[in-house]
């Protein structure tokens, strides 16, 4: 008996190559926010380590003030941790425009599964109707197959019915 061919084998092709384009694409997604969310890690320490400096260098000041060093070492100081401050407040705005590349690869890896559900739920509803064919194909078939057997027993019944 001839095999029956599926008449949408393409669209199931084309619904699997989109399913695995969208699933690269949330591994990429997903990578793309580790790599934000490292940085941000990173950033962070940075403003930890500087505000670590500034104090250091605020107790070394006062340890010096109260010594009783000279006005234009005190000055230089001064000017140091105001270096720091600034250095500080860089980070802190650098901090904050990561958090946001934070938030916008989060927002991809969200807009990336969406894309995956959706192509999962058209790839699911083709392999429905495939394996619809393939019940509809098989009661054909099973029909066929009954109907010729009862051809070949009634065949078989006549001619022994003559034969007696």
């Known amino acids: 008996m001839k095999k029956e061919q599926y008449?949408?084998?393409?669209?199931?092709e084309i619904r699997r190559k989109a399913r695995e384009s969208a699933a690269a694409l949330v591994a990429?997604?997903?990578?793309?926010?580790?790599?934000?969310?490292?940085?941000?890690?990173?950033?962070?320490?940075?403003?930890a380590d500087c505000v670590?400096?500034?104090?250091?260098?605020?107790?070394?000041?006062?340890?010096?003030?109260?010594?009783?060093?000279?006005?234009?070492?005190?000055?230089?100081?001064r000017t140091h941790v105001?270096?720091?401050r600034a250095l500080e407040a860089k980070l802190?705005?650098?901090?904050?425009?990561?958090?946001?590349?934070?938030a916008q690869a989060q927002g991809e890896v969200e807009k990336a599964l969406d894309a995956l559900k959706e192509a999962a739920k058209e790839?699911?509803?083709?392999?429905?109707?495939?394996?619809?064919?393939?019940?509809?194909?098989?009661?054909?078939?099973?029909?066929?197959?009954?109907k010729l057997s009862d051809e070949i027993s009634a065949s078989n019944h006549a001619r022994r019915q003559t034969e007696n």
């Open 92 to 102: 802190k705005y650098q901090v904050e425009q990561q958090k946001g590349r934070v």
């Open 52 to 77: 670590s400096r500034i104090s250091n260098a605020v107790f070394q000041m006062n340890d010096l003030i109260n010594r009783g060093i000279a006005a234009n070492k005190i000055l230089i100081h």
């Open 28 to 47: 990429m997604r997903r990578e793309q926010l580790n790599e934000a969310e490292t940085e941000l890690q990173r950033r962070e320490q940075a403003v």
């Open 123 to 146: 790839m699911e509803a083709v392999e429905k109707h495939r394996a619809a064919w393939q019940e509809t194909i098989r009661q054909q078939n099973e029909r066929s197959e009954q």
């Open 7 to 12: 008449r949408l084998q393409a669209v199931i």
């Open 82 to 84: 105001a270096d720091l």
